[in-house]
Protein backbone atom coordinates (compact mmCIF):
# COMPACT_ATOMS: atom_id res chain seq x y z
CA UNK A 1 0.00 0.00 0.00
CA UNK A 2 3.14 2.74 0.92
CA UNK A 3 4.59 1.83 -2.34
CA UNK A 4 0.88 2.44 -4.51
CA UNK A 5 0.99 5.67 -2.59
CA UNK A 6 4.30 6.59 -2.96
CA UNK A 7 3.98 5.78 -7.08
CA UNK A 8 0.50 8.13 -7.12
CA UNK A 9 2.53 11.50 -5.18
CA UNK A 10 5.30 10.80 -8.39
CA UNK A 11 2.58 10.68 -10.43
CA UNK A 12 0.76 13.74 -9.11
CA UNK A 13 4.31 15.68 -8.43
CA UNK A 14 5.02 15.09 -12.19
CA UNK A 15 1.74 16.28 -13.60
CA UNK A 16 1.97 19.35 -11.94
CA UNK A 17 5.68 19.83 -13.05
CA UNK A 18 4.64 19.16 -16.66
CA UNK A 19 1.41 21.71 -16.34
CA UNK A 20 3.94 24.77 -15.44
CA UNK A 21 6.84 23.07 -17.79
CA UNK A 22 3.61 23.11 -20.74
CA UNK A 23 1.12 25.57 -19.90
CA UNK A 24 0.15 25.50 -23.65
CA UNK A 25 -0.79 21.64 -23.26
CA UNK A 26 -2.67 21.72 -19.80
CA UNK A 27 -5.74 24.27 -19.07
CA UNK A 28 -7.98 24.34 -16.32
CA UNK A 29 -9.02 26.73 -13.66
CA UNK A 30 -6.26 27.03 -11.70
CA UNK A 31 -6.53 29.94 -8.78
CA UNK A 32 -8.53 33.13 -9.20
CA UNK A 33 -10.70 31.20 -11.22
CA UNK A 34 -13.65 34.13 -10.47
CA UNK A 35 -14.03 36.92 -12.82
CA UNK A 36 -15.28 40.44 -11.71
CA UNK A 37 -19.40 40.85 -11.88
CA UNK A 38 -20.70 42.43 -15.60
CA UNK A 39 -17.61 42.21 -16.87
CA UNK A 40 -16.07 39.72 -19.88
CA UNK A 41 -13.00 38.71 -21.12
CA UNK A 42 -12.76 38.67 -25.10
CA UNK A 43 -9.57 39.15 -26.79
CA UNK A 44 -7.47 39.78 -24.06
CA UNK A 45 -9.72 42.89 -23.34
CA UNK A 46 -11.87 43.00 -19.90
CA UNK A 47 -15.18 44.50 -21.83
CA UNK A 48 -17.84 46.24 -20.04
CA UNK A 49 -21.10 44.28 -20.01
CA UNK A 50 -24.65 45.49 -20.15
CA UNK A 51 -27.72 42.98 -19.87
CA UNK A 52 -31.18 44.27 -20.86
CA UNK A 53 -34.96 43.27 -20.75
CA UNK A 54 -36.40 43.61 -24.24
CA UNK A 55 -39.65 41.50 -24.76
CA UNK A 56 -40.10 42.79 -27.79
CA UNK A 57 -36.81 42.27 -29.06
CA UNK A 58 -35.35 39.10 -30.40
CA UNK A 59 -32.60 37.54 -27.74
CA UNK A 60 -28.96 38.48 -28.62
CA UNK A 61 -25.78 40.22 -28.19
CA UNK A 62 -24.51 43.40 -29.59
CA UNK A 63 -20.67 43.91 -29.46
CA UNK A 64 -19.57 48.04 -29.99
CA UNK A 65 -15.85 47.21 -29.73
CA UNK A 66 -15.33 47.65 -25.79
CA UNK A 67 -19.23 46.70 -24.51
CA UNK A 68 -21.51 43.65 -24.60
CA UNK A 69 -24.90 44.49 -25.10
CA UNK A 70 -26.95 41.35 -24.43
CA UNK A 71 -30.46 41.56 -25.00
CA UNK A 72 -33.20 39.17 -22.87
CA UNK A 73 -37.17 38.37 -23.41
CA UNK A 74 -37.51 37.53 -19.95
CA UNK A 75 -35.95 37.80 -16.75
CA UNK A 76 -35.63 33.98 -16.32
CA UNK A 77 -33.20 33.57 -19.56
CA UNK A 78 -29.58 33.19 -19.08
CA UNK A 79 -27.27 35.96 -19.73
CA UNK A 80 -23.89 33.71 -19.34
CA UNK A 81 -25.18 31.00 -21.17
CA UNK A 82 -25.75 33.64 -24.06
CA UNK A 83 -23.09 35.36 -23.42
CA UNK A 84 -20.79 31.30 -23.53
CA UNK A 85 -22.39 30.73 -26.96
CA UNK A 86 -21.51 33.83 -28.69
CA UNK A 87 -17.89 33.43 -27.21
CA UNK A 88 -18.21 29.37 -28.73
CA UNK A 89 -19.61 30.90 -31.81
CA UNK A 90 -17.23 33.74 -32.45
CA UNK A 91 -14.05 31.31 -31.14
CA UNK A 92 -15.41 28.86 -34.09
CA UNK A 93 -15.25 31.38 -36.71
CA UNK A 94 -11.89 32.91 -35.90
CA UNK A 95 -9.92 30.10 -34.82
CA UNK A 96 -10.92 28.32 -38.26
CA UNK A 97 -9.97 31.27 -40.19
CA UNK A 98 -6.81 31.76 -38.50
CA UNK A 99 -5.33 28.50 -38.49
CA UNK A 100 -5.97 28.21 -42.37
CA UNK A 101 -3.69 31.45 -42.54
CA UNK A 102 -1.43 30.16 -40.45
CA UNK A 103 -1.72 26.56 -42.17
CA UNK A 104 -1.17 28.72 -45.32
CA UNK A 105 2.34 30.33 -44.34
CA UNK A 106 4.01 27.17 -42.78
CA UNK A 107 3.01 25.28 -45.45
CA UNK A 108 1.09 22.21 -43.83
CA UNK A 109 -2.29 20.81 -44.19
CA UNK A 110 -4.86 19.57 -41.56
CA UNK A 111 -8.11 17.81 -41.86
CA UNK A 112 -11.15 19.32 -39.17
CA UNK A 113 -10.97 21.77 -36.61
CA UNK A 114 -13.27 21.42 -33.45
CA UNK A 115 -14.23 23.80 -30.72
CA UNK A 116 -15.07 22.40 -27.68
CA UNK A 117 -15.63 23.31 -24.22
CA UNK A 118 -12.21 22.03 -23.22
CA UNK A 119 -11.90 21.75 -19.16
CA UNK A 120 -8.20 20.38 -19.00
CA UNK A 121 -6.52 21.30 -22.65
CA UNK A 122 -6.35 24.48 -24.47
CA UNK A 123 -5.81 22.29 -27.86
CA UNK A 124 -4.45 19.23 -28.99
CA UNK A 125 -3.52 17.50 -32.66
CA UNK A 126 -3.90 13.77 -33.34
CA UNK A 127 -2.20 11.77 -35.55
CA UNK A 128 -4.97 12.34 -38.02
CA UNK A 129 -4.44 15.93 -38.57
CA UNK A 130 -7.60 16.75 -36.64
CA UNK A 131 -7.05 20.05 -34.49
CA UNK A 132 -9.42 20.30 -31.12
CA UNK A 133 -9.09 24.04 -29.41
CA UNK A 134 -11.19 25.13 -26.26
CA UNK A 135 -13.47 27.77 -27.26
CA UNK A 136 -12.22 29.97 -23.90
CA UNK A 137 -8.84 30.80 -26.62
CA UNK A 138 -10.93 33.59 -27.99
CA UNK A 139 -10.27 35.29 -24.84
CA UNK A 140 -6.92 35.44 -24.78
CA UNK A 141 -4.81 38.37 -26.64
CA UNK A 142 -4.28 37.72 -30.16
CA UNK A 143 -0.85 36.76 -30.11
CA UNK A 144 -1.44 33.82 -27.56
CA UNK A 145 -4.08 32.59 -29.70
CA UNK A 146 -1.69 32.71 -32.63
CA UNK A 147 0.94 31.11 -31.26
CA UNK A 148 -1.59 27.88 -29.71
CA UNK A 149 -2.59 27.30 -33.72
CA UNK A 150 1.70 27.81 -34.64
CA UNK A 151 1.29 25.28 -31.32
CA UNK A 152 -0.86 22.85 -33.14
CA UNK A 153 0.29 23.14 -36.69
CA UNK A 154 3.70 22.64 -35.58
CA UNK A 155 3.02 18.85 -34.27
CA UNK A 156 1.55 18.08 -38.17
CA UNK A 157 5.43 18.17 -38.16
CA UNK A 158 6.55 16.81 -35.55
CA UNK A 159 4.38 15.04 -33.44
CA UNK A 160 6.58 15.65 -30.03
CA UNK A 161 8.26 18.81 -28.38
CA UNK A 162 11.39 17.68 -29.42
CA UNK A 163 14.15 20.24 -30.30
CA UNK A 164 13.19 20.55 -33.83
CA UNK A 165 9.31 20.93 -32.73
CA UNK A 166 10.89 24.33 -30.88
CA UNK A 167 12.82 25.56 -33.73
CA UNK A 168 9.63 25.41 -35.51
CA UNK A 169 7.70 27.11 -33.30
CA UNK A 170 10.31 29.65 -32.84
CA UNK A 171 10.45 30.42 -36.56
CA UNK A 172 7.28 31.37 -36.87
CA UNK A 173 6.57 32.87 -33.27
CA UNK A 174 9.69 34.15 -31.35
CA UNK A 175 8.16 35.25 -28.47
CA UNK A 176 6.74 31.98 -27.70
CA UNK A 177 8.59 31.65 -24.43
CA UNK A 178 6.60 34.69 -22.97
CA UNK A 179 3.33 33.59 -24.29
CA UNK A 180 3.93 30.24 -22.57
CA UNK A 181 4.41 32.05 -19.35
CA UNK A 182 1.37 34.08 -19.97
CA UNK A 183 -0.36 30.53 -20.40
CA UNK A 184 0.84 29.70 -17.04
CA UNK A 185 -0.12 33.08 -14.96
CA UNK A 186 -3.23 33.80 -16.59
CA UNK A 187 -5.57 30.19 -16.36
CA UNK A 188 -7.14 31.78 -14.15
CA UNK A 189 -8.76 34.45 -16.00
CA UNK A 190 -9.61 32.46 -18.53
CA UNK A 191 -11.26 29.90 -17.03
CA UNK A 192 -13.63 32.31 -14.80
CA UNK A 193 -16.68 32.00 -14.28
CA UNK A 194 -19.46 34.50 -15.70
CA UNK A 195 -21.07 36.75 -13.80
CA UNK A 196 -23.81 38.54 -15.74
CA UNK A 197 -27.42 39.65 -14.68
CA UNK A 198 -30.33 42.00 -15.07
CA UNK A 199 -30.27 44.26 -13.11
CA UNK A 200 -33.33 47.08 -14.01
CA UNK A 201 -31.45 50.34 -11.83
CA UNK A 202 -28.66 49.81 -14.54
CA UNK A 203 -31.24 50.06 -17.57
CA UNK A 204 -30.91 53.74 -18.12
CA UNK A 205 -27.10 53.13 -18.13
CA UNK A 206 -27.13 52.24 -21.87
CA UNK A 207 -30.48 51.93 -23.66
CA UNK A 208 -31.44 49.40 -25.79
CA UNK A 209 -31.35 49.70 -29.66
Same mark, same amino acid.
Given at each position: ???????????????????????????????????????????????????????????????????????????????????????????????????????????????????????????????????? !?? !?????????? +?? !?????????????????????????????????? +?????????????????????????????
Amino acid at each position: MADTDSVVSDVKLFIERLKKEMPEVFGGPGENAETESGKVLFQGKLCNAHVHLTPDQEEGIDFTGDTFNIYLQTQEADPNALMEKWLHDKAAEVLKAKTAEWAAKMGVEYNNIVIKDQQTLWASCSAKKNIN !YT !YRIIKMPEAI +RD !YLIVHELAHLVHMNHGAQYWQLVGQYCPDYKAHR +RWLNENRGAVFAKLDLKYTPENEDATPAN
